[in-house]
């Protein structure tokens, strides 16, 4: 299977830890993409990486939320002291750069996270 | 703010009928709009795309509409078929106008293809 990867699939955690989430992009893909989904709503922005530089952040991604992707393939998004309202599905997207700048992003599967 | 709209929840039609899911945006900078398909428990699957220097594009049974003046795309899925239950996005860049790269999303909806 040569499409992105998410792990963990699913994570529950108590409310106060960290947690880690690790996307392995599809070979060759320079730019990666992480999303956050809530019930009812579509996928929202977090991050966006070109090869190994973060590009983008959205507001959305607090002090608690960092995100590294150190050789510029798999990328990591860590939450420290989760709260309740971090509950969520994450995303990870990658795409190629081609000259235009016309890319669709191609998703994993997701890691659900639960915090109790 | 919502940016991308979509004002359907959800949508039924029957099978061999076409289908037809609706999309308003708001922010002009907007140049890149894609439809997404979702199953339970799985990614957005891309589905098909349109830049804004067109009005329509087409791949099989789905064409994708866009209507700049009134900022309004459409997916027409012609004939629907059960598989084609789902939800489906509707999502929206700014990359070559706005420098982002990021899409935004509407909220999508939920397509039932009955036999």
């Known amino acids: 299977d040569t499409g992105v990867s998410q792990n963990p699939r699913h994570k529950i955690t108590k409310r106060g830890q960290n947690v880690t989430f690790r996307c392995d992009p599809i070979s060759e893909h320079n730019r990666l993409y992480w999303y956050r989904q809530t019930l009812g709503q579509g996928p929202e922005f977090l991050t966006y990486f070109q090869n190994e530089a973060q590009l983008e952040k959205s507001r959305l991604l607090s002090d608690r939320f960092s995100a590294e992707r150190p050789k510029g393939s798999f990328s990591t998004l860590e939450i420290q002291r989760t709260e309740q309202g971090d509950s969520a599905m994450y995303l990870c997207a990658s795409s190629p750069w081609v000259a235009e700048p016309y890319n669709e992003q191609f998703f994993g599967p997701g890691t659900r996270l639960t915090v109790l | 703010d919502q940016q991308v709209k979509q004002n359907s929840p959800s949508l039924s039609v029957q099978e061999g009928r076409i289908s037809i899911l609706n999309c308003d945006y708001t922010?002009?900078?907007?140049?890149?709009f894609l439809w997404y398909k979702k199953y339970p428990a799985e990614g957005p699957t891309f589905l098909i795309s349109i830049s804004s220097i067109k009005d329509k594009n087409e791949d099989g049974r789905f064409t994708v509409f866009l209507n700049k003046s009134a900022k309004h795309l459409s997916l027409h899925i012609v004939p629907s078929q059960p598989g084609d239950s789902a939800v489906y996005f509707c999502a929206a860049s700014a990359g070559a106008q706005g420098g982002s790269e990021k899409l935004v999303f509407g909220k999508g909806t939920k397509l039932t293809v009955n036999p």
């Open positions: 922010n002009s900078m907007f140049d890149y």
